[in-house]
């Protein structure tokens, strides 16, 4: 049997040095050296996908930019990914190429939002994801490099590179990487997976246009309703424009949470009712682009639009006892893929 | 081994595939007994940026009229079928943005 053809350009270096410079000087990277993306390499992403080259991952509509596998493949060796790794970039990609997603708009505004890529279901814990302690923080191979493999397929062939078709004011630091696993073990809530309609065999990834995360001390003891409160706060923050908010909770909060008997659907309720405040307000504090779209000035306006705009989920250390919001990018929706494995 | 043997040899991540140039609109002659079109993204302070720029072009050409659209959002593209629409009462349109 033989290797399917790749037909990306290639490129000879005389050593590892020479191609860190050019791939470099290109600005084919985020700044940081990459793995030199060699035929071996690319080819066992796409063997353990099972993915052939020419296959198309996913299409972008407004730049027409039909992402292949070989591409996919291409950044994620770049980016220091494992072949196991390779499945859920890939249903990252398809899923960023969703049109509710808005990938053109989400990546070139001045809005410095990046793409959260969350791994919901057995294949994070699988593949050696970190769900726990500093599960947004550096030192996870599969967490840093699937983040900074779609990041490099969204700046390199897509083509939304920092100062030219990106224009964020301040950028993010998630635009190096974005990326981390729920904490199954904390929960007895279904997993997010399952909650987005997913089998419950399935493992999913989530992508969500993500503004810089915010962490949430909260207090008043075990009370949902008193620590919650101290979230819908902080959410006001948000402003009333955003799309949707992914709460993360600690898993000593979740424990709270669990013992309280709360479901997943009363969480988001409780938040979405007590984010809200009458259109006057929103407007007093300037946080609405178009105040003379409000008649009715006593309206409560919520921080987003209905309850199922909140996506609720444990992730992080045992020991804490804090909430993390994320709010999402204009009218970006979250959307949610499954990952394909090959058995 | 030879040298080129020895050599590491590297795959470009880019997009590669070639769509054609992206080409401008064929420009009219003259702006004279135009009609001119102007398509806001709904952006604060967009229409009236435009509106000035109207009244610019009217003092140097003879414009017959203008016909205005807002696109409703800046951060989606115009519906397609009420963008063809306002193509159609127009010879010439100008997109701005603004804050």
């Known amino acids: ?86 499945p859920v970039v890939v249903s990252a990609v398809a899923a960023c190429c969703d049109r509710s997603f808005n990938l053109h708009a989400s990546s070139t505004s001045t809005n410095g939002v990046t793409v959260l890529v969350l791994v919901s279901g057995g294949y994070a814990r699988q593949i050696g994801m970190n769900s726990s302690t500093g599960v947004m923080g550096p030192s996870n191979q599969a967490n840093a490099t699937i983040g900074r493999a779609v990041n490099l397929v969204k700046t390199n062939f897509y083509g939304s590179v920092p100062q030219d078709m990106d224009n964020s004011t301040f950028g993010h630091p998630g635009k190096y990487s974005f990326c981390f ?163 | 081994m030879t040298n080129l043997e020895k050599m590491l040899v590297a795959l470009d991540p880019r997009d590669e595939s070639d769509h054609g140039p992206a080409l401008l609109a064929t420009r009219p002659p003259t702006l004279n007994g135009k009609t001119l079109g102007l398509l806001s993204n709904n952006k604060p302070h967009s ?8 009244g610019i072009m009217n003092e140097s050409y003879n414009i017959k009229n203008t016909v205005e659209y807002n696109k409703g959002s800046h951060q989606w593209p115009a519906n397609s079928e009420a963008l063809k629409e306002f193509a159609s009462k127009c010879d010439v349109a100008i997109h701005a943005t603004a804050e």
């Open chain 1, 1 to 86: 049997m033989t290797s399917p053809r790749l037909t990306s350009l290639k490129h000879r270096f005389s050593d590892w040095g020479q191609a860190q410079d050019y791939y470099l000087e290109s600005k084919l990277t985020d700044g940081l050296p990459i793995v030199p993306p060699s035929e071996d390499r690319v080819r066992a992403m796409l063997e353990f996908a099972g993915l052939e080259p020419d296959q198309v991952i996913g299409v972008e509509t407004i730049r027409n930019k039909h992402i292949t596998a070989e591409k996919v493949a291409v950044n994620s060796v770049m980016a220091g990914c494992r072949p196991e790794y390779f």
């Open chain 1, 181 to 343: 696993a729920e904490n199954l073990d904390a929960s007895n809530w279904p997993s997010l997976a399952t909650d987005k309609g997913f089998d419950g065999e399935s493992s999913t990834v989530t992508v969500v246009a993500a503004y810089s995360p915010l962490q949430v001390s909260v207090f008043g003891g075990k009370d949902p309703t008193s620590f919650l409160t101290s979230v819908a706060h902080a959410m006001i923050g948000l402003g009333p424009s955003i799309s949707e908010v992914l709460v993360v909770l600690s898993p000593e909060v979740m424990q709270y949470v669990n013992e309280a008997g709360w479901s997943r659907q009363q969480v988001q309720e409780f938040l979405w009712g007590k984010a809200q405040l009458p259109a006057r307000d929103w407007i007093a504090w300037r946080r609405v682009e178009h105040p003379e779209t409000f008649t009715d000035k006593d309206q409560l306006v919520g921080c987003v639009a209905d309850p199922s705009r909140i996506t609720v989920l444990s992730a992080g250390g045992a020991a804490g006892v804090y909430i993390d919001i994320i709010g999402s990018w204009g009218n970006s929706r979250t959307v949610t893929r499954k990952i394909e494995i090959r058995s």
């Open chain 2, 47 to 54: 229409e009236e940026l435009l509106q000035m720029i109207a």
